[in-house]
């Protein structure tokens, strides 16, 4: 990793034509300890406002486990909802039959297909695929988002064959992963609480998403009935536990992030009535609107009052995958006006929101090569950083670690409070039955594009994890990669809940 501290000069080398070189050099030296000033300072204000040191985590860990109680005593006592799944029973192992799952996510929706075998046999075959969602879709109306999906469910349908069949009469059933804020009503209804991550549907909000998928579907004449309505970390949860009983906790960090764990039902005043103490359920936190303790700056607060949904999602926009990107860009742009960071070379790209990806913060980071050939090439093609036009197209070496340290200070912040966020999860959890978390093993299952394809940021999470919990506590806890296990999760739940009832 390209780390560098102190007042380098943000730029150095450079070409110049013979005729001007004396004169242009005497003003490029002054640009070049101009910058020292200037952008050295900016590095400095932004690690010191990012920085994660164990009391910050410990802090941050602690507001997580108490506002988890506050959610739980009273709907609306905490920014964290801690909602109710409805998932009571977990799958088994014994599911058998033909069920599909249905993924609406963020950035993709996908559509899967799984028989399952029962225990012996297991999974037989499974196959999906996957569409992204258009731009305008996203800023659309409901029934023009929904009329895409139940389509694009009818063509996968349509393709059914080979190891899949379903009995005579019976309806193809769909376990229906939404992973966006919902109000859970039963295991097959919920209401759309909000839209998150960037969507803007106008007409959901309020409704049955359930409802709004099955006219959808109706619409194209499709015949498939939704069986379960199921958040992406309840599915990954349900997924992960079909192969591993020592599952608790369940965490997506993708395009935006959240979280489940399976509770006591006695350890939910909420859930008014009497409940044996021995049942359990999964609570779905939400915990992409929690905010307590996090270290933030300018650029996250700018970038908030700028976004759909100024004061909301906090921790998601301070951790997830849709915004790591764009925290950079603007200290980048910040960089590159105030301190003149790419010398003279125009920003207007780099003005543009949402040009840097978080992808492309990863390819960043993952540059080995002596120049950053890779920093280099994406600064000139994403962001349109060219320092010297007439010659080389080529960013200076010192102002292309500067960009690599600016990423390694945003993403090295969002993996370690991701990390506290979960022992936040954990220390409610043994709390409330001492041993049951970190006396025996257990297990965190952990998906979504960030968490899968960002090394670096893996790697922050488990160290905070580990700094937090110590030595001795941390051997018990597995914290594993659950690959699309929301998919095959949600269609396990459809089976679990299917109207046809078990034949296992
Ligand atoms: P969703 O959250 O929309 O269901 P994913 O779990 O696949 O979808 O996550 C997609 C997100 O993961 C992207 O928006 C991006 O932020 C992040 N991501 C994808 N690929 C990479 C990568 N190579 N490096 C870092 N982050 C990535
Ligand atoms: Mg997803």
Redesign the pocket.
Known sequence: MGAITGASPAVGSFLIHRSNRRRTMRARMAVQSSNAISVAPILTGLKNDCATPLPVLRHVADEMTADMRAGLAIDGGSELKMILSYVDSLPSGNEKGLFYALDL????FRVLRVQLGGKDERVIATEFEQVSIPQELMFGTSEELFDFIANGLAKFAEKEGGKFHIPQGRKREIGFTF?FPVKQISIDSGILIKWTKGFAVSGTAGKDVVACLNEAMERRGLDMRVSALVN?TVGTLAGARYWDDDVMVAV?L???TNACYVERMDAIPKLQGHVSPSARTIINTEWGAFSKGLPLTKFDKDMDAASINPGEQIFEKTIS??YLGEIVRRVLYKMAEAGALFGDSNSDKLSKPFVL???DL?AMQQDNSENLEVVGSILSDVVGVKLYCHCMVKSDLTARKMVVDVCDTIVKRGGRLAGAGIVGILHKMEEDSRGLIFGKRTVVAM????YE??PQYRSYLCDAVTELLGVEKSKNLVIEHTKDGSGIGAALLAATNSKYGHDF
């Open positions: 996510g963020g950035t993709n992973s992406d997506i993708g395009t935006g995958g849709m990806g978080t992808p990863c998906d979504g594009g960030l394809h960002y």
